[in-house]
């Protein structure tokens, strides 16, 4: 199963409202997690079974779909929400993870 | 205090062998899966395998690109998790981290890393 992270990068802004989206090849119901992922340090696990948020992680993020398409979004870019975003799926073997989405500051 | 701690990185010669090993604290490691992932220099991240628990007997999960090559084991008694990796290729040189399924249901993603170890293939 190939996931696709649309865009590849993105400027935006302090207090902006981010969407980030992954499609996956073929239906992976709810199967799928979001990472945030900063320079020299392991992925953050943000988002998983598509909309259900880790513990600890702020409220501002947020995640939604099912079947072959997923979108991951920021309410209000904080300053600490630059970095790169992963979807990945967990649907079957192999695990797959997209491209990636980095998130630069405009 | 949850924690993932990968050791054994290093520079090693095309076809040559190295072992990684990932110590694991803060939470009953038996009962628990556990992946090992890996990232190219600049590149994205790469699921390379994983290995079940005791009640599913070690069963092991390979990606298409190390399946032969590499092994992942582990030592319940000492709460470690390892990857044998054999004829290195060049294209193995990355970031190797060990990471945790929230869940040993489908889907657990994986709420633990580590730090990760660094991987050089080069001759």
């Known amino acids: 199963i190939q996931l696709t992270q649309s865009p590849s990068s993105l400027s935006a802004s302090v207090g902006d409202r981010v969407t980030i989206t992954c499609r996956a090849s073929q239906g992976i119901s709810n199967y799928l997690a979001w990472y945030q992922q900063k320079p020299g340090k392991a992925p953050k696990l943000l988002i998983y079974?598509?909309?259900t948020l880790q513990s600890g992680v702020p409220s501002r993020f947020s995640g939604s779909g099912s079947g072959t398409d997923f979108t991951l979004t920021i309410s209000s870019l904080q300053p600490e929400d630059f970095a790169t975003y992963f979807c990945?799926?967990?649907?079957?073997?192999?695990?797959?993870f997209g491209q990636g989405t980095k998130l630069e500051i405009k | 205090e949850v924690q993932l701690m990968e050791s054994g990185g290093g520079l090693v010669q095309p076809g040559g062998s190295l072992r990684l090993s990932c110590a694991a604290s803060?939470?009953?490691?038996?009962?628990?899966?556990m992946d090992w992932v890996r990232q190219a220099p600049g590149k994205g991240l790469e699921w390379v395998g994983r290995?079940?628990?005791?009640?599913?007997?070690?069963?092991?999960e390979y990606a298409a690109s190390v399946k032969g090559r590499f092994t992942i084991s582990r030592d319940d008694s000492k709460n470690s998790l390892y990857l044998q990796m054999n004829s290195l290729k060049t294209d193995d040189t990355a970031v190797y981290y060990c990471a945790h399924p929230h869940t040993i249901a489908w889907g657990g993603a994986f709420d633990i890393w580590g730090q990760g170890t660094v991987v050089t293939v080069s001759s």
């Open positions: 803060g939470f009953t490691f038996n009962d628990h899966y």
């Open positions: 079974t598509a909309s």
């Open positions: 290995i079940r628990n005791k009640a599913k007997s070690y069963t092991t």
């Open positions: 990945q799926h967990l649907d079957s073997y192999p695990v797959t």
